[in-house]
Nanobody
Framework: VQLQASGGGSVQAGGSLRLSCAAS????????MGWFRQAPGKERVFVAA????????YYADSVKGQFTISRDNAENTVYLQMNSLKPEDTAAYYCAADRSFAWQWVRSIVPVYWGRGTQVTVSS
């Protein structure tokens, strides 16, 4: 699976961004998809995951109610809608794919497939 993330940028606190991740190479619908982020000097951490069908979603506590993950299996794309952005959301965001269940991502599953990061910078 090849993953290409886009949609990052610079916004002021309180703004919104929508990240996209286009997948190619294998049957997209057979994979759970998700997002991780890595702030400067910190480890990469789980943000959100979505099941193969899109029927189940999971979030890190830090982004619940603020971010929304979704997917369009017809377009082989997963999205991350980020609202009410804060300076602490500044990070490189990475999309990922794996055949594990999406709920397992909350418990530190490390996905097999990764895209390149897209930078999100939130200024105060």
């Amino acid at each position: 699976v090849q993953l290409q993330a886009s949609g990052g940028g610079s916004v002021q606190a309180g703004g919104s961004l929508r990240l996209s991740c286009a997948a190619s190479g294998r049957t997209f619908s057979g994979y759970s998809m998700g997002w991780f982020r890595q702030a400067p000097g910190k480890e990469r951490v789980f943000v959100a995951a979505i099941s193969e069908s899109g029927g189940s979603t999971y979030y890190a506590d830090s982004v619940k109610g603020q971010f929304t993950i979704s997917r369009d299996n017809a377009e082989n794309t997963v999205y991350l809608q980020m609202n009410s952005l804060k300076p602490e959301d500044t990070a490189a965001y990475y999309c990922a794919a794996d055949r594990s269940f999406a709920w397992q991502w909350v418990r530190s599953i490390v996905p097999v497939y990764w895209g390149r990061g897209t930078q999100v910078t939130v200024s105060s």
